[in-house]
């Protein structure tokens, strides 16, 4: 029963009386999730902040960012996304899903309003320290409160639960891409390129719609069940009904496993999106398909929005799939045919088959967005819910270092095929067979993953209110 002298705040006001829909909650998380999906637009800012002297982002100006400079800033927000999200883990466990969305808002939004200042000062260190160090740390913890949360509400369905709230961040650069544009261009009269203000602007915006979240959560009693809800192993040995802490789960050799299963899924993911818009255009030019039938830039952007879109979806269709399949099994789909996926797409751009090397490089990042979604549930099943918010934390870790790890290897494997001589597929061919061979990794250590010993479970009953003292 919550305490009415207590902060709105506290877990304890945020607890749902009897009777409370549990549906109610998905919206709250997926608000969360939308605002901070805003992360996977960073790119539409890549010319603009790089001409704020010159105003040409054709022709800089020698004292204009350059593009590694400018990539730096969502390399960091990235690692502090898995350092935040580890950091932090315990402590959204034991304060609760309203606090730590609402630090999660005042970081996101912040973060713009530094790095605007940054902007406007033409100061990259600023930059980095507002979108990247502040806006990343938002980013982590809005990443996992609600996660933690739902997975609570929806034992039945944990797949379901945590796709509904994942596939918004996957589809939040559907809304932030044209957001930004529009506002880059309304104040293009008023700043250089119109960052500053768009910035400015973003960052009010989506720390008042991340509000929606933050006041309309709530969490379930600790000994709340659904109704008629009973422990299912059928499709897996490993879901256990017993407890283990974080500070535990990370001693397990599942953890580990299951870290280089995230790592594998997100380097290889990387491959897909960090090449997209040159690697259609260079595979498929007019050089190569005939004058006038090349991929232009127009649809070049039009296919990264369409590896957007089946992001989004696959964040769903997969992680509700893997409450039917299992989640080991959903893994080994991922990686199993995902192997063969990324080896044929070099064989699809040497031949110009254009519509099944972009049904191929769809199929991909959908699984690449399945295998963030599907994460959560498969922690559950093996750690059980009491600090799964904790574990999923730190488990992010894996992402912060694909975000580095991804780039370096996609970068270093083309720029060197490009320097032997070789053009379209041929330059990324050896970017897409490391990239398969990173998943038959995963795939391994995704098939060694069993059920936690028990000598990690927790002794005694635990409540998950007392998860992180």
């Known amino acids: 029963m919550a305490d009415n002298s ?21 919206p709250a998380a997926l608000a969360i999730h939308l605002a901070i999906g805003q992360a996977y637009a960073f790119s539409v800012f890549n010319k603009p902040l790089g001409a704020l002297i010159s105003g040409d982002p054709a022709k800089p100006a020698p004292d204009d960012w350059t593009p590694l400079q400018i990539g730096i800033t969502f390399s960091i927000a990235i690692v502090l996304l898995g350092l935040s999200a580890a950091i932090f883990g315990k402590w959204l466990e034991r304060v609760g899903p309203r606090k730590a969305m609402l630090a999660s808002s005042l970081c996101f939004g912040g973060g713009f309003l530094i790095a605007s200042l940054g902007v406007h000062l033409h100061n990259i260190w600023l930059l980095y320290f507002g979108y990247g160090v502040v806006g990343g740390i938002g980013l982590g913890i809005g990443y996992i409160s609600p996660v933690s949360t739902l997975i609570k509400w929806f034992p039945d369905r944990k797949g379901v639960a945590t796709g509904m709230a994942i596939m918004g961040f996957g589809g939040g650069a559907m809304i932030g891409s044209p957001l930004a544009n529009n506002l880059m261009t309304h104040f293009k009269g008023s700043a250089p390129m119109g960052v500053a203000p768009t910035f400015i ?4 915006i989506y720390l008042i719609f991340m509000q929606f979240g933050v006041w309309t959560i709530r ?3 600790d000994d709340w069940k659904p109704a008629g809800y009973v422990p ?3 499709h897996n040995d490993m ?4 407890n283990v802490s974080a500070d535990n789960a990370i001693k397990t050799p599942q953890f580990w496993m299951l870290w280089v299963v995230l790592l594998c899924n ?6 897909v999106l960090e090449t997209a818009s040159p690697l259609i255009q260079e595979t498929f030019s007019d050089t190569a398909m005939g004058a006038g039938k090349g991929v232009t830039a127009a649809a070049a952007a039009g296919f990264v929005g369409l590896l957007s879109l089946f992001n989004l979806l696959g964040r769903f269709f997969w992680s509700s799939a893997s409450d039917k399949l299992g989640r080991k099994v959903a893994y080994a789909i991922y990686f199993g045919l995902g192997t063969i996926m990324y080896a044929l797409i070099p064989t699809l751009g040497h031949n110009l088959q254009l519509t099944l090397f972009v049904a191929v490089a769809c199929v991909i990042i959908s699984m690449y967005g ?21 574990i999923h934390g730190r488990l992010l870790t894996a992402w912060s270092t694909a975000g580095v790890l991804g780039p370096l290897i996609v970068h270093y494997l083309s720029d060197s095929r490009k320097a032997e001589g070789f053009s379209g597929a041929a ?3 050896t970017v897409f067979y490391t990239m398969a061979s990173l998943l038959v990794v995963g795939f391994i250590s995704n098939i060694l993953v069993h059920a936690v010993n028990e000598r990690y479970y927790e002794k005694g009953p635990v409540t998950v209110e007392a998860g992180a003292h």
């Open 232 to 234: 299912s192993t059928e």
């Open 6 to 26: 207590s902060s709105l705040l506290d877990r304890s006001r945020t607890v749902a009386g009897p009777g409370y829909n549990r549906w109610l909650v998905p």
């Open 201 to 204: 602007v973003m960052g009010i």
């Open 266 to 271: 997100v380097t290889a993911g990387i491959g």
């Open 427 to 429: 330059a990324y061919q």
């Open 219 to 221: 969490v379930p009693a």
């Open 239 to 242: 879901i256990t009904t017993a």
């Open 370 to 390: 399945g295998g963030f979604a599907t994460a959560p549930a498969y922690l559950s099943d093996l750690f059980g819910k009491y600090q799964v918010g904790a």
